[in-house]
């Protein structure tokens, strides 16, 4: 059992390494006791910001994800523990339109009714080595034309015409990231505040 435990330490730890070379650093590493990790599982908008307060709240209903209008919100599978049940937004498949009925047809304190600018999925940002227009691969925007808070949220450099750049207003819904064309998904969802790529904010 020591030695099993000390090889799941070491593999651990060489995925994280790995994972501080990459454009996001470890934003998208799965925390150790944690399902929570930003970039493919996002919480629902309205969502409790504590990760175990949030699976104790749930109950696992499954209402939220009934009334779903573009069927965004999936529920967690053979987790096992608080986890079971508990819904979640895989961008990379389906964004949030943030139509609030999830949050107000939630029986529970788990999904909370707010204002969808106040809503704090996440936020976007931009590997602008990758983003076809900030490589000069020609004129995209998808971004910035499906982003349901418009320019509060993404908007264009004014000094290089064309490519976009997240703003404050940005409330993570994932949209940008379901309709981005270049295959390696070059704008993902990460934690506001974790402090990658905080440079690209404005």
Not at 110 to 134: S, V
Request: charge should be neutral; proline fraction near 7%.
């Amino acid at each position: 059992m020591k030695r099993r435990k000390f090889l799941q330490q070491i593999t651990y730890g060489t995925a994280i390494a790995a994972a501080g070379s990459l454009p996001y650093g470890i934003a998208w590493m799965l925390a150790p006791g944690s399902k929570w990790h930003f970039g493919t599982h996002l919480k629902p908008p309205g969502a409790l910001a504590d990760d175990q307060a949030f699976n104790e709240a749930c109950i696992g209903c499954g209402l939220c994800g009934e009334v779903c209008p573009p069927r965004c919100i999936k529920f967690s599978r053979r987790e096992g523990g608080g986890e079971v049940n508990t819904p979640y937004i895989n961008p990379e498949e389906k964004g949030c339109i943030l139509c609030g009925k999830c949050m107000e047809v939630c029986p529970t304190e788990a999904l909370t009714e707010i204002a969808r600018e106040k809503i704090d999925m996440g936020i976007a940002q931009i590997d602008r080595t990758a983003c076809y227009p900030w490589v000069d691969k020609g004129i995209c925007g998808a971004c910035a034309v499906i982003c349901p808070l418009g320019e509060n949220a993404i908007g264009f450099d004014f000094a290089n015409i064309y490519r976009p750049v997240i703003k404050e207003g940005c409330v993570g819904c994932g949209l940008c990231v379901e309709v981005c064309p270049h295959p390696s998904l070059p704008i993902r969802i990460v934690k506001r505040g974790s402090g990658t790529v905080t440079e690209h904010v404005i």
